[in-house]
Each structure stands twice: as C-alpha cells, then as structure tokens.
C-alpha cells in the first residue's frame, strides 16, 4: 500500500523544532550537501539528525539472531520464510511490498566424491564438524554441503597438477616450468582471483577438473588463531560459492538478459555458456593436506608455498585422484522483496536501495549483516515519512534473493523491469556483509563528492571521528604511496571502482546505472565466509561486536539514500568523475609502457640466452617465451575527450546554484542528471560479453570480482591484443563524449 | 723446506712450449691481465692452463670423504688429525710447514636443558637423528651436541617472547605492541642477522635468556624436500655456532689484540666482553613447535609468522621455559697449518691464502668443501714450482682452526704475526663453505678489476661460459634495479663488500691487508649449515656432485693466488674503489634523506594523531615513538676527498705501462701499492670498537655479518647520533685523502 503524505519540505521545518538539542550535540560541517541550497541543507540535516535516533543496533541484533538461526540458500523453505517476514516488516512499516518471483535454475549436490587413489588413498571427509561452541553449527536442517554451484557434472580421475591461484600469471609460470594441464585435475588455492576464475582458466589449459582449498597461509591458522578461538578459518571449514562464469553474463544461466519469468524463452541447459567446463569442488586444508603431500613434481616457486606443514610440489602427479560430481539441475523460485515508498514530489524517479537475503549456510555475516543494517534504515525512514517527512523520490528496497549462486534475484528483477529502471532509476545502492573497521566505498565516480560528504558527516563508533577522517587516517598510515600523498593533496576519498561480487552488477554494468557499494571492513577479518562457520555467534563475538557498525552503516546508507531522495538537484559531480578517469588513462599508459619495456628487455636477453646462463640447469624452470615486441597505441583521442570532459566538469560545478530553475527545468535537470551514467554503456557492449555494457567499469573476464577500469582498452591491452586496443581507445572517446555531451545539454538548461 | 728455483720470468718460457696446444683449447682474453704487460700476459695465461690441468676434482673428492668422515671442532683428536695430516700433504708437496698452535679458551656444553614448565610440559629433546640414508650421521664420535658458543652458563626460568629475527627493526615493533622483555627469555628465529646478534639485542632489552631456532619457513619443508629426500632442514637439524660478539672483536675472548700464545697475558673470562650476557641456545623447529603452540598474547604481524602449523605469538607467556646450560670453559689448543712457498723474486712480499679445517660436525660444506679446493690449487702451484715456475712472490697457505666459534685460529695468528704481516702482506684471499652456483666476489675493491679479469678466463662447468658472463646473466635476470641495470652501464661486476663471517676478518678488518672472499653458491641451497646432515653424503648429492665446483674454485682462486704472486706490478686499481665508494656515500645520503623524510611525516602524523585512527583500537599495536627530527650532514669534506681520489685514480690509470721503471723502484711502487690498504684503517680504529681499525668496511654492530661499508657514518646515521656522524664524515674524508695521498706518492715513482 501507498501511504498519503505531505511534500517533506514543509515538514521538515516543524521536525527541526524537536531535534534541536541533537543537532547541538553532533559536530556536522557548515557547508552546503551537495544538490541542496542552505535552506534545504538545514532541514536534510535535521531530517538525519532524527534518522539517527531511530537506528538501534539491538533490534539490528534481534533480526540478525532470528534470521541466521538456519541455513536459508535459495530454494531452501527458510529462505523462503526470510523474504516472507522481510516482507511483513516492510509491509507493517508502511511500504508498498510484493514478493517477486522468478524461476531459475539451481544445482545442488546429489553426489560428491573425492579420493585420492594413488600414490596411497584417502578419501576426502567433504564435511565441517559441529562446534560445542557454536550452538548454531548443529543446526543443520536443509544444509547445502560444501560445493561450487554450477560446476558441471562429472565423473573424473587424473594426475594433480598445483596452480597456485590459479591466474593468468600462475598459469604462464606453470608453463616456464613445462607442466602441462592436459589431462589433468588442477588444484588451486582459494584467493587471489575471483574462484571461477580458477577453473575456467585451468580448462582453457587443458584441465579436467578442478579442486579449490582454502589454504591456512590466506585465512587459517597462519593468519590467526582459528575458529572457535580465533575468527579464523576452522581446519574442516569449505568456502562454498559459485563459479558460474559471471564475467560473461551473470544470473539465471538459462534466460541471459531477460528476466526469468515463468513463461520467459529458456535456454537448454547445454547451452548455457556460463556453466563450468569442467567439474569444480572446494575442499578444506584438512582434506587437501593428504593429496598436496603425496604429489611430487618440481618443488613450487617461493611464493606459491602456502602454510600447510609440507613441501608443495608442481606435480603433475604421481598423486592421482578421482573427482565425481552429479547434481539436481532443479528450477527453484528465488523471491526478491520490493519494498517501494513513493516519492512525495518525483515519484517517477526512483532511488533504489539492496541487499541479498539469501545465504549459503546461516550467512550471519554474508548476507544478514548488512540486510539487518537496511531494515534498520527502512524502518526509521518509513517512520520520517509516517511523522510527515516521505522522500521527494521514490524509495525501492530490493531484498534479493539467490545472490550467492550468481547475483540471480537482482539480475533478473534488473532484466525484468530494464525498461522502467532505465528510465526512472536515479541510483542503486547496495550492501552485503559488515564488518567492524573502515569505511569501504566504491561506486560511479559521478557520485564521489556525494559520499563523501556523507562520510564525513558519520562518526565512526570507535573513534568518534568522522568516518572520513578515519579512512583518510588509514590511507595515510596503510595506503599505496599514491594514497598517502592524497592524503595530502586530494581533499576528497576516491570511491573504488566496482567490478562484480554483489548485486550492484546488474544496474551499473546492465543498465547503466549510478550505483554504489558501502560496507565497513578491515578490523573483522575471519576465515568464516561461505562455511558453516558464519553464524551469529562468530559474526557478534569476532566481526561485530554490538553490531555498531550495523549501526554505522545503517546511518550512512540511510543518509545516502535520503540525500538522493531529496536533493532538489541531484548531486552528481563530473570533476571528480574526470579526475579518476584520468588516472585510469594514465594506468593504461603505463601499463603498455611497462609492457612495451618489459617485452623490449625480455627479448633481448632471450637473444643474448641469458636465461640459461641465469637459470639453475639441473631444475626444470625454464625461460619464458617471446613475445611479440609492443607497440605504441594512440591515446590522444580518449585524451582529448577527457580533456573535454575536464573543462565541462569544471564549468558545470561553476554554474550549480547560480540559476533558479523552474520546478519543470529543475526536473528535466534531473533526469538528464541520472541520465549521465547511461551515456557510459553502449548497446553492444563489451566485446565478446555483450551483456556488460559499460565502457568505464567491468569485472575483469580473467580475473572475476576484481574490476577492470576502462575495460575495452584494458583487457586487449593485458591480452596483446594491440590492434583491438586500439580500436577500443575510439569506442571509450566517444563515450566519454557523449557523457560530456549530455553535460553540456545540461549547461544549456541552466544558462537558460 | 724451501726450494730452489730460478725465477717465474724465464721458466715461463719454457712453460709455454709444452702447453700451447690446450692455450687453443681454450678461450682466452685477448687483453694484458692486470699489473701484467703483454710479454708477461703470455707466459701467465699459459702458467694458468698448466695449472688447470693439475686441477682434478676426483681428488678432491678423496681428501673431502677423508676429512668429513668424524665431527672435527677446534679441540677434538680429530681436528689435531686432520691438521696434521693437512700439514703432511703440504710438506710432502714441497711447502715450508709449520703447524702454529694457540691456546684458546673454548666452551663445550656440560649441561643443556630446555623444559617447557607451563602452561603444559614439554622437555626438548635438543638432539639430532642419525638417518639409515646418510652414514656419516651415525659417526658422532666427538659429537659436540647443539649449542651456541660463548653463550654464558645460566639457569633462568621465564615466559616466551616471540621476538621474530631479534634485529632492532623487531625490537621497534615489539615496542609498539606494548610487549617487554624484562625478565622474559626470548625465542628467535634463526636468519636474517647474524646470531650473535639475537641474544646481544635481547639482553640489551632485559630478556634473562635467548632460544633460537630454525624455522621451516626459512630453510625446512616450507622451501623445498627435506634430508635426505632434499637438501632442506630435517626436523631435528639444530643450528650450532658462535654467538661471540665478533663486532666487538673476534678471536680468543681472552686475548683481544694479541696472539694467543702459551705465555700471552690474558683476560680473566668474567672481563671478557665478547662473552654473551644472557644463556643461549640453538634448537629444531621440532623442539620449538610445543613451545610457541604453548604461546599467547597479541598474534605476531604476518610477516612475522614462519612455516610450523600453528598460529605464531608475541607472548609474553603464558608459556613458560627453564633454560639451563653449563659449559665446560676449558683452554684447547687450535692447530694452524702454515705453509710457505718463498717469492723467487720478491720473497718479502706475502700472498696469504686460507680455508678453516675445523667444522662443527662432520664439515662437509663447512669447511671442508673450500679447503680441498685449496688443497687442490697449493698442490698444483707446488708442482708448477717444481717444474720450473715457482711464484715470483711468497705464497702463504692458511688453514686455520677454531673459525667457527669465532674466527680464532686466524685471528690468533694475525694478531700475533701483526707486525710481520703489515709489512709484507700483499693479500689476504680466503675461501670457506663452497657450492653450485654462480660465483660469489667480495672484497677490496682496489682488487676488482682484477677479479673481474679472473672471473672472464674460467669458465662455468654447466654452461661453458665464463663465470663472469653467467654471473652477470644473473645479476641482469635476478639482481635488483641497480644490479640489472649496471649489467649494462658497467663492464664489471662489482664485488660486494666483505662484513664478518669467515676467516678475512683480522686480515683486513684489524690489519687493513686488502682482502678477498670467494665462493660458489645459489645452487647448493639446503639447510645442512652446522647441523648433523653437513655430511660428505648430503654435499656430493645436494650442493656440489663430482665437486665440479669444487674444481672452479680451485681454478679461481688458484688462478688469483698466481697473478697476485707473479704480478710484476701489483694488480691494485683505485678508478673501480672510487665508484664503489661514491655509491656508498651515495647510499649514505638516501640514507639520511629517508630517515628525515620519514621522521618528519611520521612526527606530523603522530603530531595530528592519525595513527590512533588508522590502528585497530582493539589490538595492542600503537603508534610509535616520537624521533627527534633528522638534521641535513655535511658530506661535502667526504665529497671532496672522492673527487680528489677520482682524479688521482684516473691519472694513475693513464700511466700504468708508460714506464720502465728500475727493479728497485718497482719493488718500491709495489709496496707502496699494496700497503695502500693499510691507509683506509687508523690506529684507533672505530668507535667503541678498537679492534676494527679499517673505515670503510666493518661488519655490522647490530647486524654482525652484515657489512656496513663506511661504518663510522652509517652507523652513526642509524642509531641516530647525528653529530657523531658530522665528525664521522670528517674522519672518513681523511682516510679517503690518505689513500689518495698514497697514489700519488706512487704517481711520483712512476713519473721519474
């Protein structure tokens, strides 16, 4: 149901009368909010001075205990009750609440096996014992055990071959050592590269399958002590997760780039392309042990050793195991919750705010962390509207779910409703887990002043500084050396690019649309993520205690959301837009330059064969192959369009508030305002992935989460494809063009 | 007995009709060797191709079973053999040999206990196991069991403090953590800084008590197969050696300065300063895994963590040790074997050569592996004297006992024969521990040219390129930015510049005789080092099989011996010991530059508070200490002194070969060039540190092994006395002006 109100200006006013204490008591800055003038700054101020009052980490930790009570993936009856009373709660707060469903294919485990038959045998236990500790690790009712979704079935046995993380680079040394995949079963470390990476790459090579260990050196006992007394990773624990080749397309594998209605055109299952090629399985240390120690081989590199009490080798062999995995290729219904509050004065342009329900065991941490911190923001917004402050925009909670086995509920609801969203949304923000620590923000650089000044508006609960003046400590003290100077010479954070590994995918990278991603992370490091071990129990003693930075994010999320929602003119910023593209060009040039270099010095000492002379005769490492030499690439036309760009950015900022729009001006401004971030995709897309369609932010088709920046140019250039790359500095001129067309179209508005 | 002979000049000659055709046989350079001219370049090169075939790696291999067969310390019936039977062979080959004996106190273990008293119990077994695989380690007939010696006697009881590699930088950090070691008993790992410096910083700290293990991360399991699958750490291997504070002096603790002879007046132990303050002891990471499993307090950082499968602490406690060593302080004698071959033309100029043949156990690599090279080359230039071609200099073989606890037999006899040795002593040229690899040079940098030019005209036995050229191929694949980038700017290779570690020490560290290390290594790796598994079986399968190593060595270091006693003028170079130097002053300015720099960022940081930000306030790390700001030094008297030596380097260069000097004053400018020297040391020597009197290489204080190249600066720099290191640059400028003075009292000679 909609709920009648009044516009949230008038209100605000009377709102200011009873907060005024609040507001004396908090240090907020002086200055303007982005997209407000000093009277509607005022009132945004009081508005959030209110919201924060009704933000209550205990009720955050009610939700969090009653909902991580049971494994709830996708399919599973508890996940199903999870959106059902997500749904109530939204519903009894006052927003207009549907469940929507979509059909889609999810394959759980019907046989799991793994043995090593020789040298000597072993068959791997595939389980995570209960702790005495952890009342929540015996609950087990329709626990999903360890597996990767969307590994295809199989039924294997090979000689082990060690990959390392399984990356490109560990694949092009694995090869200066002679080691070939064919035939054989790949092994490769959790970490690193995104897991579908892994196994996509090892089949590239020849692999027939592949196993995934978490190993102690990344987040066991090396790293601190384990579960349950440590947060980190128990000896038996498995990380679970998909590797469905997201990269590609992510969501339903069977209905890319529409939604997976009932009635929607499927794909038959062999022809979906984002399923392995070759069977995948996680393990724990405990089960990798046995078959690292029997293989021989080249002792690994230095640096690919991990932490387990053994000498790892190269292989291949004589460690040969068998690898035999079937599954329920089942169609289960995934239920997103759509909570919307309609905006009092732009109901048609639309702020949407998610987070996943879904989790692959009890998912205290990822997702519910962050999914108790949005209702927490839900409810006080919902209780504004209802005291008589509703957001001038419309306000969509989605509650995704299926998120784990490949970004699915948001996907297809994003492909279902394209049309609209494309149309009317402003910006998406998300959340998944939290944890106690720093302010991480990535997002579409058109909204890096925005969530700035949002930061430095929260204090973080530890230090009672703002949450931007802790995070620009932690660059100053931990960051890169470009960050520490930044530090210094940037008065602003950057926002990190994103690339893929939450819902934000499918709106940024599909649709075009601003989107951002807010967690608090780094002080609550654990070895829990994916296993039985993410319950309630290790997310309250190890990763939040007190959830208060459920409660911090709640306040910076809810803050975002307001501000977009009632910013008279949105606070989109080009400058610092511009500011990062340039220093992605700048990275592009450097790295064909290193490149260009690198090969150059390679070549030569290839020529005068000093690798042999440098290299021990008696180990099987050898030199690495030729490459062709690297050419220039012609930048200056994505420089000259940056260069555009920047005096644009400049003058748009020049000219903001310096005009009284009328209210029709104000909101065709708007929309062409939310509009710029459409200009960054083409409809084509990427080259060979045509469902990523924007050109600044990919995630990296080699290397999974991590994003790729300017991807077109980027990728070809990583795989030498100078000429492609070429081609791809013309496509990213011109839409950075038609960015810096659409904000001088905008300028025109204004000077009017 | 001395031999007769006419001089090197004219039975060259005849030298060189019976070998021309293996000359053909090899590639030679085409250029004069150093300090020879053309004539005399000849009848070198074909002395040398004499030599080499006189070089038989077979033999080596019989002296090296024999010698390695029993564990043969300082003190031991075995060591009196071994130097017995060292000295026949040199006599029988026709040496002047003496066997010159001091009398040294040497400790040996009484009693060692290591118990782990609480929280749980653990006794280390502090023993090594024979293997059925390796013979040798079942022959422990004079066995000394692991120990450090010159650790004092001790009974302590106290919790653990993990204190990584006890260098200052971990003390730096454990201060930041809050963690003292007041009256706790450190435990170490093994690497990284010599070991004497472990407990020597640890007592400085207050710790009661020092254990220092080999961790497997550095070289056991985590590196590669361990004995006798590989060459790496068994289990049980223990680490012995000296932890005499050898930076202070070396040698007899009892005797600083003096020979240790009978009647020499000696020190009561109680004064002997060199003795360590606090009980230490050396264990297996077998014993030393119940121990820090038995750990608590703040996880360690993670480059802190080693390869045991346990999560590492910092302590203190609440695991709790009772260390108790006695040892039996008793006055041994060590066995020098002295042999002489006198100079046929200049017998008051001495090339001194040396190898140690005492080893903690067995000795295999250490020392024995260089001694039958040496063995090898002193039998082959005997029988090139025999022949006709005796050396023009004096040769003086080495081979000197107590090395390991702390470079005493060389010292003794250095300090005894001072003033013999600072008239005559042309070079020191030592050699130790040997293996595969690529060539290892250090020295005087004078003497690099001229090593450079013997490692271009022997040839690496795996690739059939000089050892030069694979050693550059090296330095231009693996070497860091510099070293890569200097195998192109710069035809030579530099030598590195010679710390402590091995028998050079007294010679030019205490005596300023122009010294040199060689050695092979980068291919042998393992971790036999002082252990059990330094046997005959593990070096000839692991670190140099068929001794083809061992064969280089000897030509090498043979070939070196040679020229340096035929030289008719002494290959001595100043244009090369020039560049060296800039780049240490070089260093010492970056030096300087970054500790104000980072001083200065870290006080405005901590001024701004920043660290209590960016720290996780729930940790015990802190923010450090305040330093006092890092004042600008005056280099220029440094710089000027350089450029002074520069020009009288260059011009020194021009005239070598344009005259033709007298006999007489040829002899002249050869003593005058090679008591060059001597004008890099003075009297007084270093601060605090009498005993190192040269200004330009010492080792480290706090490093020990380590060089510090112009120590008086650099280490004042480093523990930031900043005035002492005014005065510093000052008195390294004279030493500089001293040697320049030198040259040009030479340019003088040669100009007449």
């Not at 990380?239 to 055109?265: C, E, F, H, I, W």
């Not at 992605?584 to 390679?602: A, D, G, H, S």
Request: glycine residues 8%.
């Amino acid at each position: 149901m909609r709920v009648e109100h009044a516009s949230w200006t008038s209100l605000l006013v009377k709102a200011s009368l009873c907060i005024s204490g609040i507001l004396l008591a908090t240090s907020v800055s002086a200055e303007n909010i982005t997209g407000f003038d000093k009277a509607s700054t005022q009132t945004q101020r009081q508005l959030e001075a209110q919201f924060d009052q009704s933000i209550n980490p205990a009720e955050q930790d009610v939700w969090l205990r009653k909902f991580s009570q049971k494994p709830h993936h996708v399919g599973s009856a508890a996940g199903k009750v999870i959106a059902e009373e997500v749904a109530d709660l939204m519903k009894g707060w006052g927003y207009d609440t549907e469940i929507e469903k979509y059909e889609i294919l999810l394959p759980t485990p019907k046989e799991r096996l793994l043995q090593l038959v020789s040298p000597n045998q072993y068959t791997a236990s595939l389980s995570e014992v209960s702790l005495a500790e952890d009342a929540s690790t015996a609950e087990q009712t329709e626990l999903l055990p360890p597996y990767n979704a969307f590994s295809t079935d199989g039924d294997v046995e090979g000689e082990l071959v060690f990959i390392n993380y399984g990356r490109p680079e560990d694949h092009a040394l694995l090869e200066r050592y002679g080691v070939s995949l064919k035939g054989k079963i790949a092994i490769a470390k959790y970490g690193k590269s995104w897991r579908g990476i892994k196994p996509k790459l090892a089949a590239e090579k020849g692999a027939i399958g592949t196993i995934i260990y978490s190993d102690p050196a990344d987040d066991g006992y090396v790293v601190g002590d384990t579960y349950p007394e440590g947060p980190y990773k128990h000896e038996t624990g498995v990380q679970r997760g998909s590797v469905m080749d997201m990269p590609t397309y992510p969501g339903d594998v069977l209905t890319p780039g529409v939604g997976a209605t009932k009635n929607a055109k499927r794909l038959k299952r062999k022809n979906a392309s984002t399923i392995t090629k070759i069977p995948v399985l996680p393990i724990s240390y405990k089960d990798a042990q046995p078959l690292l120690a029997a293989m021989g081989g080249a002792t690994v590199p230095r640096e690919w050793a991990g932490g387990l009490p053994i000498t790892y080798h190269l292989g291949p062999g004589p460690a040969k195991v068998r690898l035999k995995l079937a599954f329920n290729w089942d169609m289960v219904t995934a239920y997103n919750v759509i909570a919307r509050w309609e905006g009092s004065t732009y109901p048609n342009e639309w702020v949407i705010r998610g987070n996943h329900h879904d989790g692959w065991n009890h998912g205290a941490a990822d997702p519910l962390s962050g999914m108790v911190a949005l209702l927490a923001e839900a409810k006080a917004i919902a209780q504004l509207a209802k005291m008589g402050s509703p957001p001038a925009r419309t306000i969509i909670y989605g509650v995704w779910d299926a998120e784990e086995p490949g970004l699915i509920g948001s996907t297809e609801w994003a492909e279902d409703n394209a049309t609209d969203l494309k149309k009317h949304a402003v910006a998406y923000l998300n959340t998944d887990g939290n944890s106690r620590g720093f302010l991480s923000m990535g997002g579409s650089h058109t909204l890096e002043k925005f969530f700035n000044q949002v930061a430095a508006d929260v204090d973080d609960p530890q230090t009672n500084v703002s949450l931007k003046k802790r995070l620009k400590a932690r660059l100053a003290i931990n960051g890169n050396k470009r960050q520490q100077a930044e530090t210094r010479e940037r008065s602003d954070v950057r926002l990190y690019p994103l690339g893929s590994g939450s819902d934000y995918t499918p709106f940024l990278q599909h649709l075009g649309i601003a989107s951002a991603n807010l967690a608090f992370s780094g002080e609550g490091n654990g070895g829990s993520y994916h296993t039985l071990y993410d319950t309630y129990e290790h997310f309250t003693r190890w990763r939040d205690p007190g959830l208060a930075y459920g409660e911090a994010l709640a306040r910076v999320a809810g803050r975002a959301t307001l501000r977009l929602a009632n910013a008279p003119q949105l606070p989109f910023e080009f400058v610092a837009f511009a500011d990062n593209v340039a220093l992605y060009i700048q990275e592009l040039e450097n790295l064909i330059e290193k490149m260009r270099e690198e090969t150059r010095v390679q070549n030569v000492q290839l020529d005068e064969g000093i690798f042999e002379l440098a290299l021990d005769p008696t180990k099987s490492l050898k030199a690495p192959t030729r490459q062709a030499e690297v050419p220039h690439l012609n930048f200056a036309p994505l420089k000259n369009s940056l260069a555009r760009l920047q005096v644009t950015a400049e003058k748009y900022n020049r000219t903001i508030g310096n005009n009284t729009l009328s209210a029709k001006d104000q909101m065709k401004v708007n929309q062409m305002l939310y509009l710029t971030e459409r200009k960054l995709t083409r409809p084509q897309g990427l080259t060979g992935r045509s469902w990523y369609k924007h050109h600044i932010y990919a995630p990296g088709f080699y290397t999974g989460y991590g994003v790729k920046t300017i991807p077109g140019v980027r990728e070809a250039i990583e795989i030498r494809k100078f000429d492609e790359a070429g081609k791809q500095v013309t496509i990213a001129a011109e839409v950075l063009d038609s960015l810096t067309q659409q904000i001088q179209a905008i300028l025109k508005l204004t000077a009017t």
